[in-house]
């Protein structure tokens, strides 16, 4: 099985969410990164676009914590944002 594969797997297994894609553009907090994997904690590796504030590693993100997702047109897909009303 392939890593983009195998992290959708993982993400509906462990999360719950089918929508979360390998270099799929995201927001965190405010701040524009990209998805890069995920970590032992089922948790996103996301490397930011921002280097200067993040530096060029990736950080640990709850899936769900105010998160934004996009999708390849930068329409928004989904929203765990407190302004949203579905943050948890």
Known sequence: MNKE???IKDM???R???FARLGMMVEVY???G???GMNGSANLDVVFTN???YGK???NC???CEVKYFDAEGKVIADYTKSSGSAG
Request: hydrophobic share 25%; glycine share 8%; net charge positive.
């Open 5 to 7: 594969k195998q992290f």
């Open 12 to 14: 509906i297994r462990c």
């Open 16 to 18: 719950g969410i089918d």
């Open 30 to 32: 405010g701040d524009q």
């Open 34 to 36: 990209t998805i890069v």
């Open 51 to 53: 280097q200067l504030k």
């Open 57 to 59: 590693h990736k950080h």
């Open 62 to 64: 709850h899936p769900t």
